[in-house]
């Protein structure tokens, strides 16, 4: 009777003792880990606050200004009227078929998703259709630069004979023609119909294509969250180890200044205009804002992704004979981690932003 009594107090104690043991066990193995993965998150939170504070003090990195406004093209409500009409209509071609839209189709950046523009009887054009979002901000115009002024070059596609090939002189009439035209005209301008003020009402126009407001810019004006540390180390690479800055830096990610980052390519780029033996094959360096929207990428539309957009630039660019100098000494062998290249290009998503979309308006004398 007493051994069992004894073995019956004896069980319950036997099995506190084993789940304190447990317990403990628990409790001895639990300091040993949490601290390491919280200092471990302190190392990683740590270097993250030292890129911001990198970062937000480097000079090519800035956000967006006012959009230049030229004195002598003021952005009246009649003048952008007449400027979203012009861009709009097919009439400004020499078939009636083809406008300013046809290349630069609002739904698709502002591009139109081609790696080359289809001429006016439907082969390919020479150069992709590069977007006009921010364009506004370029000192130069066209992927060689021709155009000094987005009035110069709104003039250009519409007397070029493979794009909209309509000489100016007949335009001219064309829209004196028009039912509505000529009252636009004067509306916006003292003169009516001229050449000037063609280019005028549509450089107007496309001031108004700005993307402005995207994380990357919220981040430079001091919303720390405005980018996530992935982005943050994305940006870093794109200021630091990846050499983006180096011409995708300034207020439009641009130093509207011309390279041959050595695509293998015929096309003769900016020494078409300056017959410079040194800008043979050099292109003007484009924009980001608006980047997820203007797939392909680069002057002959020759790379369909960001990603390999990284991969290009991670390898050096091609073998071009004429590739510019800091590609050779800056560019030869960057060697992006797996993880940095996506970290890069979670960064450059941020650039996308929204796209202003205009729409076709009632064209006169229809």
Not at 190 to 207: C, P, S
Not at 239 to 246: E, V, Y
Request: hydrophobic fraction near 35%.
């Amino acid at each position: 009777m007493k051994k069992t009594i004894l073995g019956l107090f004896l069980l319950p104690l036997a099995a506190v003792t084993f789940i304190g043991c447990s317990s403990n066990e628990s409790i001895a193995t639990t300091p040993i880990q949490q601290p390491l993965e919280v200092e471990q998150t302190q190392q990683d939170t740590l270097k993250v606050d030292q890129m911001v504070e990198r970062l937000l003090v480097m000079e090519g990195l800035v956000p967006l200004g006012e959009v230049p406004i030229p004195e002598d093209n003021p952005m009246t409500a009649e003048v952008l009227e007449l400027g979203q009409v012009l861009f709009f209509d097919p009439r400004l071609s020499g078939n009636d078929e083809v406008s300013c839209a046809t290349c630069h189709d609002p739904e698709l950046g502002y591009g139109d998703g081609r790696a080359v523009f289809e001429t006016i009887d439907g082969k390919d054009g020479a150069r992709n259709s590069q977007t006009i979002i921010n364009s506004a901000y370029y000192t130069s115009f066209f992927w060689d630069g021709r155009a000094a002024s987005l009035e110069e070059q709104a003039l250009g596609p519409i007397q070029d004979p493979h794009e909209m090939n309509m000489p100016l002189d007949e335009l001219l009439i064309k829209l004196a023609g028009i039912d509505g035209y000529e009252e636009l005209f004067y509306a916006a301008f003292e003169d009516g119909i001229t050449e000037e003020n063609i280019g005028k009402a549509l450089a107007a126009f496309q001031r108004q294509i700005i993307i402005n407001d995207t994380p990357y810019d919220r981040f430079l004006q001091g919303d720390r969250n405005a980018l996530s540390e992935q982005e943050i180390r994305g940006l870093d690479l794109f200021a630091g180890k990846a050499f983006c800055i180096t011409c995708h830096g300034g207020e439009n990610l641009s130093d509207n200044m011309f390279y041959n980052v050595g695509l293998n390519s015929e096309d003769q780029g900016r020494f078409g205009v300056t017959e410079d033996e040194d800008d043979m094959g050099r292109f003007r360096t484009p924009s980001l804002y608006g980047i997820t929207h203007t797939a392909p990428y680069m002057h002959d539309g020759s790379i369909e992704t960001l990603e390999e957009v990284i991969e290009f630039y991670n390898r050096g660019g091609d073998d071009n004979p004429n590739k510019s100098i800091f590609m050779h000494m800056f560019m030869g062998d960057i060697n992006l981690s797996d993880e940095e290249k996506e970290d890069l290009l979670a960064f450059l998503k941020t650039l996308g932003g929204e796209v202003p979309i205009f729409t076709k308006p009632n064209l006169p004398g229809k």
